[in-house]
Every structure is written in C-alpha cells, then in structure tokens.
C-alpha cells in the first residue's frame, strides 16, 4: 500500500513539474541606456544663460556645482544631463540642443517640460535666442 501511495505521488509530482515551468513565459527586455558625456563645469558656462523662446516664454540653464538644470519661467528646475558637447536630455525625455555657438537652442518634447505652454499635440520642438 506505501509503495502504490509513493508512486502516485511521485507520478503527480513529475507531471506537475512541467506545467510549472510552461506557465512561466516572462521575458526580460533591457531597455537601451543614453551615453552620458561628462561635461566639465567650465564646458556648461557657455549655455548659462536665459532664452526667449519662439512661444513668448523664457527658458534659463545654470548649474549648481556639477550638476545641469533648466527651469523654465517660474516652474521647478529640472536636472538635465549631457550626453555630448552640445546636447542634453531630462529623465521624462526631453532633449536640449544648443546651436551657434549657445546663441540658440532647439527644445524636442518641449511638452513635457513643467509650465510649457503648448498648442495642439504630438512632439513639439521650440527653437530659443539668448537674451541680450
């Protein structure tokens, strides 16, 4: 009688073990990493500064330290990062890219910048003249 219960047991246990295994159909997907460039604090200077955007609003860069932000009008800063001499990216996306010697820069998502001030939808890009 033991050896009947132990091989029914054991036959449920390895008919069991596959359908454990069938049921676990994740996949792992790594998501793509953006190079970041150092940017030495001496490198930024050139970008600090304030720009009148196409739409009517300001726009300031500054940094604190070694760390990037911009803030725009009277809303939060937002840290930015470099990833390369003249372009920078925020954690929500938005890509910076300053032209012309920092005379000008191009804003891509500009929508998702805290206080932009957009009309219509889809991915918006604002071009910016430093302030005299």
């Known amino acids: 009688m033991k050896s ?6 054991a036959a449920l246990a390895l008919t069991s073990l596959p359908a454990v295994h069938a049921e676990d159909s994740s996949v792992s997907i790594q998501a793509p990493r953006i190079a970041r460039y150092y940017m030495d ?18 726009i300031n860069f500054r940094q604190r330290m070694t760390m990037m932000y911009t803030q725009l009008e009277d ?19 938005v890509r910076i890219e300053f032209r012309d010697e920092g005379e000008t820069v191009a804003i891509t998502d500009f929508q998702k910048l805290p206080m932009a001030k957009v009309q219509g939808s889809g991915t918006i890009v604002m071009a910016a003249a430093r302030q005299q």
């Open 75 to 93: 809303g939060r800063s937002v840290r930015i990062y470099a990833v390369s001499p003249k372009a920078f990216v925020t954690e929500t996306g």
């Open 4 to 9: 009947i219960l132990l091989g029914v047991v």
């Open 41 to 58: 604090p001496v490198e930024f200077r050139t970008y600090s500064n304030t720009y009148q955007l196409e739409n009517g609003q300001t």
